[in-house]
């Protein structure tokens, strides 16, 4: 009877749909009166119109670049579905399918040690037969630090993780729960509950004591060195003999540091997955594999049961490559002035693809099926022999003795930077290099191949990380992720032209927004940001007058996209108003800055002159700009080239306003209606400022140590007079 029973449930959610939909008849009705206002221009005679052609076209070309950015965007919101699981429903341990758990760590430096061994023991805690678990561990820097490291996460975990599954502590995470006064008091108030928890707790404390003594005696200048060039260091660390002797049931836990030669390109990310998807394949060769970052700790043990519920459901399971968790983290403010929290993403637009074929790939947080990433692979005839590793291989052999050390020689072959030479690793196999946005680019190759996939968003969150929460990291970062995507648009591979293959046109749609939205965005909001100012500043009107009949399509198309994303902000997804504003400003923010950048990077990298790159992002904590973060205070010490562009349209902005007024006051209004016929203008100006006010803050008003310096402001007032200028001179 209970087998009859669904192990998951998809709900469509029709009130999102019906919203959605009626809003966006709506709004595309009104884009196409804007389309025919503008286009009547041409048919005017010469003599009734004031306003020259450039300037026209070029508004009008913003115009269209934003309305074709929200046509495509619309297909993240024809169908949204939210997913339920019964994990409760899902067979007996023993018939449960392995999982091998991925964590990546890159740059000891920039990502704490203790953090990481955090990520790997909430691994290792997991809700799942320990039988069937094998978490690995790829060390990038190759560090011997960070190998010893784990040596002692692994003794902890062997206390931790019988301790958590004894009183079933609801995070695998030991900081957290450690860290944590509210959690589980009450129910486990005896005496044997309390000495344990000491134990752990003491037990912690000389963990981290002897992970800050090998830590500080790292040898920093030489790690830089050895981390680009080093050989290939394997160890399954469970084989190392524990404290005290524990009769305790353990996942595998095995180090990776795969080779890395100067010589070689190590394809970031990406190409440490392959590595370690190979390792695996040789030692425990699990059907399904969880990806972690190292800062993404598994807070809620049951993940691997829920995403199980689609892979244990033999009518979805064939079809299925990943499950996708959100992100989230938990270092978000309540103001959140950077979006930090990536709010759209995994509220909105995750949700839309879902109900459209499956959702983009993320980074981590995902339980992907071994057979979709190496596909036909392992039947095919494979020069560097992977096929028999993977027909012959008997999962769990290691052991000791010869046939470990065998088995170790392999996967240090298998972990060289040569194996892949003229292989089709990373362009057909495995996660692909050709995007430094692997996840975007592997999860569209999968959605083209046929594969679906589906997003479980549970009200608990499943994993927990650390998001980027000052303005100069969060930008580099998003300029990587803008560069990456670009850079598959501006491939052969751009979802808008290499053809639908197996997916919805609908999901196609998605997909195209993504990756076309960087350079839309951009390309349309420096347009909005200099064009009508530039006219506003030589008396030259771009919007009808006020008393006009076509000033509603503006108007209308103004208050219907605020509405639109006020009710999805406030009203679908509980946010504040505050929220609303924050997300708008830094929208317009990176647009000029991280999208562009983005888009000269991926330009750059396609004319061969820059390569991309991934530098991973600053995880260590700096109390100062954490503090700034949570008052919602802008912290402007980032690099000049993300502050400049902001202060220049600015200074535009106030300049034509100015201009404007002064213009009003000497010449005199000849009644031609002139001031009515730039309120459209004098209005985006106005909005402009008001929006980035914290721009202005920075500038003139705030006296600490994270404003606008006067050489960033002065830099600026030289561009925007060069704007001026040379603006003036082409488009009047
Ligand atoms: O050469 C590298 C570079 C990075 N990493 C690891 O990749 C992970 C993600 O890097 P991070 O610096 O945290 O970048 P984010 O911008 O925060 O990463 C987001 O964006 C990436 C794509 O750009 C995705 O892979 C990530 O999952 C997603 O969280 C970290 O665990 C790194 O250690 C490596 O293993 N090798
Ligand atoms: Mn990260």
């Not at 023993?94 to 740059?107: H, K, R, S, Y």
């Not at 390109?265 to 695996?280: C, D």
Request: glycine share 4%.
């Amino acid at each position: 009877m209970e087998k009859s029973l669904p192990l998951h449930l998809l709900h469509v959610n029709i009130s999102a749909i019906i919203i959605n939909r009626s809003h966006a008849i709506f709004h595309f009705i009104a884009i196409l009166f804007l389309i025919h206002y503008r286009l009547s221009f041409f048919f005017r005679s010469p003599e009734t119109s004031t306003t020259p052609t450039l300037p026209w076209l070029l508004i009008f070309f913003s115009e269209l670049l934003l309305s074709l950015s929200w046509l495509l965007s619309q297909s993240y919101r024809w169908r949204p579905v939210y997913r339920t699981v019964f994990p409760e429903r899902l067979p007996e341990d023993d018939e449960l399918p392995g999982i091998d758990v991925f964590v990546c760590t890159a740059d000891p430096n920039k990502e704490p040690t203790v953090e990481v061994m955090n990520t790997v023991i909430s691994a290792l805690a997991m809700d799942y037969p320990p039988e069937k678990l094998h978490v690995y561990l790829s060390d990038d820097a190759g560090s011997d630090a960070t190998l010893r490291c784990m040596k002692e996460a692994w003794n902890f975990a062997t206390y931790w993780v019988p301790f958590r599954r004894k009183y079933g502590i609801g995070t695998g995470c030991p900081e957290v729960y450690l860290s944590s006064s509210e959690v589980d008091i009450g129910e486990f108030k005896d005496s044997e509950f309390k000495a344990e928890k000491e134990n752990i707790e003491q037990k912690y404390e000389v963990m981290k004591q002897r992970v800050m003594e090998i830590v500080q005696h790292r040898d920093v200048v030489a790690l830089n060195t050895y981390s680009r060039d080093h050989p290939s260091i394997i160890e399954v660390i469970n084989e190392y003999p524990q404290e005290e002797m524990q009769q305790v049931k353990m996942p595998q836990f095995v180090y990776v540091s795969r080779e890395k030669r100067p010589s070689h390109h190590h394809n970031f990310k990406a190409g440490a997955l392959n590595v370690l998807l190979r390792v695996s394949t040789a030692m425990s060769n699990s059907p399904y594999i969880l990806v972690l970052d190292c800062d993404m700790y598994c807070n809620d043990p049951t993940s691997a049961r829920q995403a199980m519920c689609f892979y244990c459901d033999p009518q979805t399971s064939p079809s299925i490559a990943f499950v996708q968790f959100p992100q989230t983290f938990r270092n978000i403010s309540e103001d959140d002035i950077y979006d930090s929290e990536i709010r759209s993403i995994f509220k909105i637009y995750w949700h839309g693809l879902d109900g459209v074929g499956g959702t983009v790939l993320s980074g981590c947080n995902f339980y992907i099926k071994r057979e979709a990433l190496l596909g036909n692979f392992s039947k095919e005839e494979d020069p560097m022999a992977l096929k028999t590793l993977v027909e012959d291989h008997k999962p769990n052999s290691i052991t000791h003795g010869e046939s470990s050390r065998m088995l170790l020689e392999k996967a240090n072959e298998l972990a060289s930077c040569s194996y892949e030479n003229q292989t089709a690793w990373g362009s057909e196999v495995g996660f692909m290099y050709f995007s430094v946005v692997e996840d975007y680019f592997t999860g569209f190759t999968l959605h083209r191949k046929g594969w679906k996939s589906v997003y479980l968003c549970p009200k608990r969150p499943q994993f927990l990380g650390t998001s980027t929460t000052n303005f100069h990291e969060s930008s580099v970062q998003w300029t990587r992720w803008r560069a990456g995507i670009i850079q598959v648009a501006i491939s052969r591979f751009c979802p808008l032209i290499c053809g639908p293959l197996n997916m919805s046109w609908v999901h196609l749609m998605c997909y195209s927004g993504l990756a076309l939205e960087p350079l839309m965005h951009c390309l349309s909001l420096w347009g909005f940001a200099l064009i009508p100012q530039l006219c506003l500043f030589n008396g030259i009107p771009l919007y009808p007058k006020v008393s006009d009949p076509n000033f509603n399509i503006f108007s209308i198309i103004f208050v219907s996209a605020i509405s639109k994303s006020l009710h999805e902000i406030v009203v679908a997804s509980g946010g504040e108003l505050r929220i609303w504003r924050n997300e708008w400003r830094i929208w317009m923010m990176r647009a000029i800055t991280c999208c562009t950048y983005g888009s000269l990077d991926a330009v750059l990298d396609k004319l061969g002159m820059k390569e991309a790159s991934f530098l991973p992002t600053n995880k260590v904590n700096d109390d100062e700009q954490s503090k700034l973060y949570e008052k919602g205070v802008f912290d402007f010490r980032a690099a000049t080239m993300f502050v400049a562009p902001l202060v220049t349209v600015i200074l535009v902005n106030i300049a034509a306003l100015v201009g404007h007024f002064v213009r009003v006051l000497v010449v005199d209004d000849d009644g031609d209606g002139y001031w009515e016929a730039m309120v459209g203008q004098m209005f985006l100006s106005f909005y402009i400022l008001v929006s980035n006010y914290a721009v202005l803050e920075g500038m003139v008003i705030r006296r600490d140590k994270a404003i606008i310096p006067l050489s960033v402001t002065l830099l600026s007032a030289v561009f925007s007079v060069f704007i001026l200028l040379v603006g003036s001179a082409i488009l009047c």
